[in-house]
């Protein structure tokens, strides 16, 4: 754990330097089956974290948790046909249980739709009943051959939000709202700026009548999606039958949704702002926000410096600061210092004895810069400013980051040179015909593809005129990149 | 949902009462999956709010989240002799993932120490490294034939504590700690007062030393094992190699806990404090403490008493109360007060145009007595105070009840008596031999089990001097009932 042993940069690969953090931070471990992950509990207190702030989002736009079976009786994945076409091979099929063969095999949930919808056929009667909200936080299975720490594993964590709408309208404004408060989430938590945008029809769920996305650009200017909002129109309903007697005594199918993040933001989390020292945790996401570190060489330095970290991290912690003293002895400051960085803890306080004989603690922010004497006086208010300041920082420096990695207007030239290679990347805007074949070109020869027909609010001033690749009029501008 | 249908009386039948306090109060629905539940909204909430509870005592206590893989290779559980027999009824087999079939099956996890201890093999050194204290939110299964909400489920939801120690006597210690930690959350948030002590070896988990419980006594005098706690001993630690070094140089192997409460403590809440009306939920654990609801004739009256029900709602959730204003139109207030009753909410406030001219509100109480006028100045403050009475007298109420229900110095005949017949029951304590033949009898003549060999603060002034069955000398005082 303190072996002092330095990561793989960042720029001498980037995939490696990745699981160095998540393993040296211990984050996560990979485990004796094959494709699943192990989140260690630094990792899961990001995650914890993460839920606290998304579930009070939920609940404050009115939806309810609610716990639907892991498990999913085979029929009704085909009751939806692109649905069954999409999870087919990557299903994990319990054949046996109690002892004995099943008479029909249970397929581990790869997303809670069908099962669910077969519960709103029976809640669901009239206008009155609608909208109905639920959101579940779950764990979900979908056999991967490649997988990665975090970005894809064959079981996963996330949370699915699926709700029921009297009509279409209702249903997309759902669908939009959800896209947003993911923007908000990630933008104001994770300090993760992200496009959005809506998918085209060979990126959207199969089941979908449209899917929108947060896309977020990696430091290896690969770009990850983020979370995933779908209009379902009427499709799950009229698979499993989920009708509601309108206001003026009709019979409709319902509009429904769905919209999920998982626990792959994480990795989007250690990509966004991490460093050749390690993971850089965003204050409002860190387990310790101020790690309290004691300087001492005789016993009555210790003792002195021991006490003194114990009681500021009381009183900071009254403040509501995550803090935490680092009091374990046999290691030098240095060590724990390079364990803290290496962790991601926003800011430390250095507490030696002439600090103390000044009333000061020297701090040291994670996101570099000058150690900065503090006096004790007033600290708790002090170092909050800091965490904000550090949040905001570290999305700032984030966003520009991406901005200096985006292109507007690219002709197909651009396009090919920005993803040429194995370093090529980044956000490409262009126009786009709407054709499928178009897509597909390009995907074969860049490997990028469309990330998201972006939102009003990210489009440039003017939308280009041309495809960039057919040169046909285009119908809308596009973003491209390489995606995880 | 408001059809005012009266519930099966619980001196009629029990069992059929409770089926029907949770389909009609919505806490849980059947599920199209053979022994899988769902848990509906306000269900879950209760379990949201049990977390939140246990979640804050488990990291008082030292304990971190972590996550482990829901599969686990066949050939672990084999690694434990007593623990493989144990579960093997109980499997859910994966023999297929991705299309293809499995070299080796996954079982869907029954429990977790297999998976875990794996992991703590190669995350634990040396003594440095202990005590580990990982605790973990999950679904787990294990297949049943018999299955009844919440009470016995084919999946269910839990928590299971895993813990690592240096020595013998800390794992002992942190079995303890656990289990009086499990008996302050049942009797100070579930108001459920529960006997604590140790499970005999024909009860305890098979690969403990020794298993600790919490029992419940039922309104049906039936008892309710509502947690356990077990000293695992080394057992796990030689069966996946878990060693470290001692701090004075030698290699042993981690002495091990384990520990777990699960939605089967939702039914124990239900058949302790509910009645003949629906559930009645203790005010900490309750989804919504205090309902508004407005009574009105005309259209000035609603728009008084709406405007009023939501300032005072505002206010009360301003203090910390979790209120709600029911605003429902067309839905006569007599048809809400029942609905409510039946969700069980602890605290209803009336408000009508007579009460908003006195500047007050009518309170009725779930548990019980006449409605109660209350000046709407100070109402967050009298509302506390009473929420904090009923969580009290509901407490008492059920050890009065749980009391009169036990015997003490019971004899072979009053043992044969108390559970004698279908409505037999109670917690009859007397001494025991420690003989399995004749625990083996007791059960097979009257269905009564040893629920535990009680801790001490349970324990008659004297314990008896003869077994109650065999009448050779006693080594311990047991207590025992007819269980779920």
């Known amino acids: 754990m303190s ?11 980037f995939s490696e330097w990745y699981n160095d953090v998540i393993m040296r931070a211990e984050l996560a471990d990979y485990s004796p089956v094959r494709g699943c992950m192990v989140i260690r509990p630094r990792g899961y207190r990001i995650w914890e974290l993460m839920q606290q702030a998304l579930d009070g989002m939920f609940k404050e736009t009115g939806h309810e948790n609610a716990y639907f079976p892991l498990f999913i009786p085979q029929h009704f994945l085909a009751k939806e046909a692109d649905h069954v076409e999409g999870f087919a091979p990557q299903l994990a099929v319990v054949t046996h249980g109690g002892g004995k063969e ?5 397929i581990v949930r790869p997303t809670s739709e069908t099962i669910i919808y077969s519960m709103l056929a029976k809640w669901i009667q009239s206008w009155r009943d609608l909208p109905l909200l639920i959101n579940q936080w779950a764990n979900v299975v979908r056999w991967e051959l490649r997988t990665r720490l975090f970005l894809r594993t064959t079981e996963f964590l996330w949370q699915e939000g699926h709700t029921a709408h009297a009509t279409d309208q209702e249903a997309e404004q759902e669908a939009q709202m959800i896209l947003r408060l993911y923007r908000r989430f990630m933008e104001e938590w994770m300090a993760m700026p992200v496009l959005t945008g809506r998918k085209t029809d060979s990126e959207r769920f199969a089941d979908a009548l449209r899917t929108y996305a947060c896309e977020a650009l990696m430091q290896d200017n690969r770009a990850l999606q983020a979370g995933t909002s779908h209009n379902l129109g009427q499709n799950f309903a009229k698979a499993f039958d989920v ?9 409709d199918h319902v509009w429904s949704t769905s919209w999920g993040v998982s626990t792959r933001m994480i990795g989007g989390l250690i990509m966004t702002h991490g460093d050749d020292a390690g993971m850089v945790c965003p204050p409002r996401l860190a387990q310790w926000q101020v790690v309290l570190v004691p300087i001492y060489k005789t016993d009555e330095e210790r003792a002195a410096t021991f006490e003194a970290a114990q009681r500021i991290t009381r009183e900071l912690k009254q403040a509501g600061i995550r803090a935490y003293a680092d009091l374990r002895e046999g290691l030098k400051p240095g060590a724990k210092y390079f364990e803290w960085e290496m962790r991601g803890a926003p800011l430390r306080l250095e507490l030696g004895p002439r600090d103390l004989a000044n009333n000061s603690a020297m701090m040291a922010r994670r996101s570099g810069g000058k150690k900065e004497p503090l006096p004790l006086d007033g600290l708790a208010a002090r170092l909050t400013v800091e965490l904000e300041a550090m949040q905001r920082s570290l999305f700032d420096a984030a966003l520009a980051r991406r901005e200096a990695n985006s292109i507007r207007g690219a002709t197909k030239a651009v396009l090919l040179e920005k993803m040429a290679g194995d370093g090529g990347g980044g956000f490409v805007y262009g126009g786009y015909c709407g054709s499928p074949t178009c897509e597909a070109e390009i995907k074969q020869q860049t490997k990028a593809t469309v990330r998201v027909l972006p939102d009003e609010e990210f489009r440039s001033p003017t939308t280009p005129e041309r495809c960039l690749w057919c040169d046909s009029p285009s119908v809308t501008e596009a973003v491209w990149a390489k995606a995880y």
């Open 3 to 13: 072996e002092e042993k330095k990561l793989t940069p960042r720029s001498k690969d």
């Open 102 to 106: 099943l008479e029909e095999p249970l």
């Open 243 to 251: 009708t509601f007697q309108t206001a003026d005594g009709g019979l």
